[in-house]
C-alpha cells in the first residue's frame, strides 16, 4: 500500500476497521459467493480509492497481496502499475480471502428463499 494516497485513505474514518466482512462487499448467487473487489485509479504515481478503503485496510492485514480493481490509469503511472501487480485477475477469477464473519443483510441476493 507504499503507493496510496495517505490522505484519501484517512477518508470515510479508514482507520477504524473491524475484523468482519460486510454482506454489501459480496454478491450472493446460487452456489457461489462473489468479492467486489476495492475499486482505485492510478494518477501522479499515487493510488486513490473510487471504493474499497474499509475493505483494502482490512485484507491488508491478513494478505500479502490484495485483490483490487483499477478502473483509470494516466500515462505517468504505467511504471507504478508495473510494480504493485503480481498478476492481473480476470473477472471470475476464485480468490482466497481470510475466514472472517459476514455481517449485515446483503445488498443483492438472487438466492431462492
Given at each position: 500500500m507504499?503507493?496510496?494516497?495517505?490522505?484519501?485513505?484517512?477518508?470515510r474514518e479508514s482507520q477504524l476497521v473491524e475484523e468482519y466482512y460486510r454482506a454489501d462487499w459480496?454478491?450472493?448467487?446460487?452456489?457461489a459467493t462473489?468479492?467486489?473487489?476495492?475499486?482505485?485509479y492510478?494518477?501522479?504515481n499515487r493510488a486513490f480509492f473510487i471504493n474499497g478503503r474499509h475493505r483494502t485496510v482490512l485484507l491488508a492485514r491478513h494478505?500479502?497481496?490484495?485483490?483490487m480493481a483499477l478502473?483509470?490509469?494516466?500515462?505517468?503511472?504505467e511504471a507504478t502499475l508495473a510494480s504493485?501487480?503480481?498478476q492481473p485477475l480476470i473477472d471470475g477469477d476464485a480468490i482466497a480471502l481470510p475466514n472472517l464473519p459476514i455481517v449485515g443483510k446483503p445488498a443483492s441476493c438472487h438466492c431462492q428463499a
Open positions: 507504499a503507493c496510496v494516497d495517505p490522505d484519501d485513505l484517512a477518508c459480496f454478491y450472493f448467487e446460487p452456489g462473489l468479492f467486489n473487489a476495492p475499486a482505485f492510478l494518477k501522479d494478505l500479502s497481496l490484495l485483490p478502473t483509470q490509469i494516466d500515462a505517468a503511472s504493485i501487480v503480481a
